[in-house]
């Protein structure tokens, strides 16, 4: 069982940036592909960017490449999402999740087996 609880969303004016985090604890972190998806209102979950175990690797989802950047420090077994040049599309919840399994599955929802509850970012114009 892995516990993920994420942190640093909030209201931010477009243009700005924000840095969620994803503190997680149970079973040893760097067995972990780590994904990072939101979802605004109406919309379905989709897919942000993923890290591989070593943090060599990582993917992003196009809408967001260039803006975000995803990292993981095993030592704290945490994860990060650092959002840059946000804009009022980017309104959603976040959530960061754990997968088992193969990097190729790193974005598909359904593939991940453990959630966090979500943090909300809210992006004005």
């Known amino acids: 069982q892995v516990q993920l609880v994420e942190s640093g969303g909030g209201l931010v004016q477009a243009g700005g940036s924000l840095r969620l985090s994803c503190a997680a604890s149970?079973?040893?972190?760097?067995?972990?592909?780590m994904g990072w998806f939101r979802q605004a209102p109406g919309k379905e979950r989709e897919f942000v960017a993923a890290?591989?175990?070593?943090?060599?690797?990582?993917h992003y989802a196009d809408s967001v490449k260039g803006r975000f950047t995803i990292s993981r420090d095993n030592a704290k077994n945490t994860v990060y999402l650092q959002m840059n040049s946000l804009k009022p599309e980017d309104t959603a919840v976040f959530y960061c999740?754990?997968?088992?399994?193969?990097?190729?599955?790193?974005?598909?929802?359904?593939?991940?087996?453990?959630w966090g509850q979500g943090t909300q970012v809210t992006v004005s114009s």
């Open positions: 999740a754990a997968l088992i399994g193969d990097w190729e599955k790193r974005n598909r929802p359904n593939e991940y087996r453990y």
């Open positions: 149970g079973r040893t972190f760097s067995n972990y592909v």
């Open positions: 890290i591989s175990w070593s943090g060599g690797t990582t």
